[in-house]
């Protein structure tokens, strides 16, 4: 009955064995599940951090966009005279002040 008895014990322990055999291997199996939302979740965390940071840089560079269209406009008010008939009047405003300083200068020097 020894024998036997300690047949079972064996069979209990080999089977007792086997189980935290397999719960060991449950429980390398969850954490490495543990790590892998952990790797995901940093990532996520990072993705959003670069997204936000994207979004920013998209504002500010639709702001400057927006200040460079406005001067843009500026400008083309500005310069709408000198185009076609505004640039020959600037032409001919441009020879007359020039003829002016030249008629002055050749009085001033027939007085001299």
């Known amino acids: 009955m020894t024998n036997?008895?300690?047949?079972?014990?064996l069979v209990s322990l080999s089977q007792e064995v086997a189980q935290l055999k397999r719960?060991?291997?449950d429980l390398r199996?969850?954490?490495?599940?543990?790590?892998?939302v952990e790797k995901f979740a940093?990532?996520?965390?990072?993705?959003d951090y670069k997204a936000g940071q994207a979004l920013t840089t998209s504002k500010q560079f639709a702001e400057n966009i927006e200040m460079l269209i406005d001067d843009v406009v500026m400008l083309d008010e500005r310069t709408q005279e000198l185009t076609g008939d505004?640039?020959?009047?600037?032409?001919?405003?441009i020879v007359r002040v020039v003829l002016r300083h030249l008629e002055r200068e050749a009085t001033s020097n027939e007085r001299d």
């Open 42 to 47: 940093n990532a996520a965390t990072e993705a």
């Open 23 to 25: 719960q060991l291997v």
């Open 4 to 9: 036997r008895t300690a047949e079972d014990m």
């Open 86 to 93: 505004g640039m020959a009047e600037l032409g001919g405003e």
């Open 29 to 36: 199996a969850g954490m490495a599940k543990k790590e892998d």
